[in-house]
């Protein structure tokens, strides 16, 4: 079935590029999804792109798509501690707005 | 606009017990998601509505059961709980025309805890 894989833990300095990377199985996939979460919050969506494009660019984040690898990446520019959370890399897979989650990734931003 | 909602926030039930979340989506959309995460297993998709019809549902044994009401607002159901319900339950919202994005939008959760 469908999968999606992320590394678990990234440590970067206050003002550094956090780079968070991403693998997934489905072929077919049409979307791909970065969401945020805080302790004891809900999932924050960050951005999207759609799987004919390579690279989308929104403010402080670049998600990079490397569709023939299903390899997706997203940077953040001067990471600051507010951004440090859990990021989940998502597949629009299975249809009908079913996403299949990564295990998250932690990022510790540390002055 | 207000955000996806969902009431309660925190439960505490007793194995064996049944158990009801609501979720109210974002005004104008009308598409449900309902997720189960936990931190063996991570996120888990349970089940998608739209326009009050399950489109789609996710692997996960029949006491887990929602329905969507014609405003939209989704209820999701557990029936003889057990320890390993214990879980965040996260439910999202979606425009969902054909041909949008689908981006997904999620409220703040239920946290449910099974004694």
């Known amino acids: 079935g469908e999968d999606v894989e992320q590394s678990l833990f990234l440590s970067v300095r206050e003002g550094d590029s956090s780079v968070i990377n991403c693998t997934y199985t489905d072929s077919s996939s049409t979307y791909l999804y970065w969401y945020k979460q805080e302790p004891g919050a809900g999932l924050q969506l960050l951005t999207y792109i759609f799987s004919n494009m390579d690279m989308k660019q929104d403010q402080r984040l670049t998600v990079l798509l490397n569709k023939k690898d299903k390899h997706l990446s997203l940077r953040i520019a001067d990471t600051q501690t507010g951004d440090s959370a859990i990021y989940f890399c998502a597949d629009l897979s299975g249809g009908y707005n079913k996403l299949i989650f990564g295990a998250g990734t932690r990022l510790a931003v540390h002055p | 606009k207000a955000g996806v909602t969902q009431t309660p926030r925190y439960l505490i039930k007793t194995r064996g017990q049944q158990v009801t979340l609501s979720c109210s989506p974002i005004?104008?959309?009308?598409?449900v998601s309902w997720y189960q995460q936990t931190p063996g297993q991570g996120l888990q998709f349970l089940f998608e509505?739209?326009?009050?019809?399950?489109?789609n549902k996710g692997n996960f044994p029949g006491r887990f059961s929602g329905r969507q009401f014609s405003n939209s607002r989704s209820e999701m159901n557990v029936s003889t709980l057990e320890l390993g319900d214990s879980a965040l339950y996260l439910c999202?919202?979606?425009?969902?025309?054909?041909?949008?994005?689908?981006?997904?939008?999620f409220g703040p959760g239920t946290r449910l805890t099974v004694l």
């Open positions: 509505y739209f326009s009050e019809t399950q489109r």
């Open positions: 999202a919202s979606s425009f969902s025309p054909a041909g949008a994005t689908n981006e997904q939008f």
């Open positions: 005004s104008g959309h009308r598409s």
